[in-house]
């Protein structure tokens, strides 16, 4: 599962990825379209003012011709244009492509042009009075440049034509505005990052806080509050809730624990004296018959203990201390203490545990562990086993009670740890809930499955001490 901080660096990210891919297809299409055509049309108006200078009648290839007075004429003007406009080159060629004139002596007057960049129908097109142009290309110096062929007419027959070499100069300003916008995306990126992860640790920080106060809820400390509740945003509005939430259950908690500890209280002092009257009933009574009567009722007695003591530690639970102890030895004392139980139901305990040392409070776990096994021998049929396992698997210690018996509804699954939840005729629904409690108090978690065997298995994972 992805977090808020990584979403939204992603989200982020995207967008300005997406802000760079538009603003470059703009510049290198858009943009670039527009100036292309701009200079294109700049240079043409400026062949066909040039061409308008030219006298048709002194485009010639006579021999001397490049001496005479005209001809330096002519060459002087374009030179003053070429340099005005800063143009790479402009050659003067009849309509025989023989050159006239070359302002950078390449070609001299009568030469033929052999670099004709133009296709057949395009120099069709220029007979017929219409400018053209080359195809882009890079020149010696490495820069992009075009060459445009400008028609010289006279009395609507082409009489020359005017080649004029430019470079393609708006290319080095769309590098350098690509460039710059790239540094600038690249500075807005790193500030926008920065306050983007400032932003959500602000949202994140108080959710992860959150999340943690409310496992400690969930772990039955209800004296946690939650804070932010100054804050005027959702955060605030949700811890409100939150601790308005947690005032009701806490008291409900404390009502339902008050009452249990009434109802145990009173049951607990007429169930004494009652005890007491049917041990010493039991010591003077002779008829066998009598005396099973009575033994009947103590130990009915005894379940009502259990009962009352149920209702006793769930009104006030026990602290627990965590200190580092043996498992396996806890989980030896367990069995050793319902073993007797099952023997009555002929059950055996088929165990492999294997040592590891934990933080937790020995007498509570020895109480999660002996809750655990007798529902097992009260489900399990007579003579299935009670298999227990424990095993150090990814780094956690593992411990399983597997029964054969009928399993639990799956609609019940969900209910099992609540208090006062019993699907059993005698029951009081708090033996689970408080073995949920003290095991979450060991900052542990149990769980609860029927497998295709048709067994059901508790699982608990505790922390391995000492990083074993």
Known sequence: MKSIKFKTLFLILLIFFSLFFIQWFVINFFIRATLERQ??????????????????????????????????????????????????????????????IDLKDHFKNGDEYLFID??????????QGREQMSTLYKNIK?????????????????????????????????????????????????????????????????????????????????????????????IGILAESTNEMLKKIKLKDIFMRKLSASLAHEIRNPLTAIKGNLMLLKRFVQNEEEKDMVEDNLNEVFALENLVNDFMNFAKPSEIHLLPIEIEKIITKALNETVLLANQKKIEFKSNIKSAMIKGDGNHLKRVFVNLLKNAIEASPIG???????????????????????????????????????????????????????????????????????????KILFDIYGGE
């Open 142 to 234: 490495g820069d992009y440049a075009e060459n445009f062929y400008i028609p010289i007419r006279r009395n609507s027959k082409l009489k020359g034509v005017l080649l004029i070499f430019a470079s393609v100069k708006y290319f080095g300003f769309l590098k350098i505005l690509n460039r710059n916008i790239f540094y600038i995306f690249i500075l807005f990126m790193v500030i926008t990052i920065v306050s983007s992860y400032i932003f959500s640790i602000s949202i994140t920080k108080p959710v992860i806080k959150l999340s943690k106060i409310l496992n400690d809820i969930g772990k039955g400390n209800l004296n946690k509050a939650i804070p932010y509740t100054k804050r005027r945003d959702e």
């Open 118 to 127: 133009i296709n057949d129908n395009q120099f069709r097109h220029l007979r």
């Open 39 to 100: 200079s294109n049309d700049h240079v043409i108006s400026l062949g066909k003012y040039i061409a308008s200078t030219i006298n048709a009648n002194e485009i010639q290839t006579l021999p001397e011709y490049d001496k005479t007075k005209t001809y330096g004429n002519i060459k002087s003007s374009l030179m003053n244009i070429s340099q005005l406009f800063n143009l790479d080159n402009i050659i003067l060629m009849d309509i025989n492509k023989r050159v006239i």
């Open 384 to 458: 299935e086993p009670i298999i227990i396992k424990g095993d150090i698997v990814n780094g956690k210690y593992e411990l399983t009670f597997e029964d054969h018996g009928p399993g639990i509804a799956k609609e019940d699954m969900n209910s099992i740890f609540e208090p006062f939840f019993t699907t059993k005729a005698m029951g009081t629904g708090l033996g689970l809930p408080l073995v949920k409690e003290i095991i979450e108090k060991h900052n542990s978690r149990i769980f609860v499955e029927n497998n295709s065997k048709n067994t059901t298995i508790f």
